[in-house]
């Protein structure tokens, strides 16, 4: 997976391309965990995704949390497979996906 | 049937997804069915890696086959770690907000509801978790 990040301001984008999974999800927390403090709302663009996984949505779950108090989290872009593991999760509830 | 034995570890995760991905491509497997089972493959391989062998190595073996008269596929890991039948567990309840929510349960709760049929069998010391997938 390769994270693209582009900022502006206190607003985070981070464009994901891959997989986003059990050996790629500790890169997507790693990179939020230096970034997210700095930041009033992120926007996860998932144009280039392929999948996820429980791993991944792990992440987001948390990300979704840390978000909340502040401006928020927000999901762009998601494809068919993601969608689907979205609203099996009960995850498409959760989140906010544009 | 095909298969490839490898050591469970999360790092051969994508030796796991690469090796069903050729099998998949072979038989001209529409691609969502191939991303699905590739989420499948990263929960329960996923899994094995993580508690099969509590903490110590060991193997584990993938099987693939595909019927082409029924164009049935199944994918079998078996590994000779710690009983375990992950269909036992309980789904989670995926109504919960993000505040109650858990992520326990949901990986196997996801292969469920995307293939057509998941089996656990103890077999010679060994367990068998199979997925079955039409295509």
Known sequence: MTISKQQNGKALTLALEGRLDTVTAPELEKELRASTAA??????????????????LRVLLSAHKEMSAKGGLKIQHVNEIVQ????????????TIE | MTELKVQAAVENIPKVTAFVDGQLEAIDCPMKAQMQIDVAIDELFGNIAHYAYGGASGEAAVQFHFDADTRMISIAFVDSGTPFDPLAQEDPDVTLSAEERGIGGLGIFLVRKTMDQITYKRDNGQNVLTIYKKI
């Open chain 1, 39 to 56: 930041i009033d709302t992120l926007t996860l663009d998932f144009a280039k995704l392929d999948y996820i996984s429980s791993a991944g």
């Open chain 1, 84 to 95: 689907e593991v979205f609203e099996v999760t009960g995850f498409g509830d959760i989140l």
